[in-house]
């Protein structure tokens, strides 16, 4: 929130954002919309007026092709053990990925890397972030039997 420096003095004009993420497209839709309503009737309350500029591409929801998640997890599967994958959770992210995932046909996973011994445990965000190179030829075979198993299909 940005609406000036001087403490003793009301600004002329604030401006404010934020982010605001669904697990549909649908309900991005809807927030926009309800986003753009409440601003505009909040402002009018007290006599002020808002203008809602939203980015021209909001982020949609990230959603796998059942076809491709299924040739992925059974790669997976052979390659790791049926022990070793399991399904990621829902998340409020903003994925570039599904913009992707709009035109054609995708999948996105991931390839767990926590190793506590090397100090491999922090999230991607995290300053302490650390990639364990020793999975990395797992992911590179993962990546070429997902490709192999789809042109086999």
Request: proline residues 3%; glycine residues 8%.
């Amino acid at each position: 929130m940005n609406g000036g420096e001087a403490h003793d003095v009301l600004p002329e004009s604030v401006t404010f954002g934020g982010t605001f993420r669904s697990m549909t497209t649908e309900g991005i839709d809807y927030l926009r919309q309800r986003i753009q309503e409440v601003v505009v009737s909040q402002a009018a309350v007290h006599r002020c007026t808002a203008i809602v500029k939203f980015m021209d591409r909001a982020y949609v929801s990230t959603t796998n092709d059942d076809n491709l998640y299924n040739i992925a997890r059974t790669v997976a599967a052979g390659l790791l053990g049926e022990a070793n994958v399991h399904p990621f959770p829902r998340l409020m992210g903003a994925e570039d990925f599904s913009f992707y995932s709009q035109r054609m046909s995708a999948a996105l996973f991931t390839i767990g890397i926590r190793n506590e011994s090397l100090g491999s445990i922090h999230t991607t965000h995290s300053p302490y972030f650390m990639v364990d190179e020793e999975v990395l030829p797992i992911g590179a075979a993962f990546h070429a039997g997902v490709a192999l198993a789809y042109l086999e299909r």
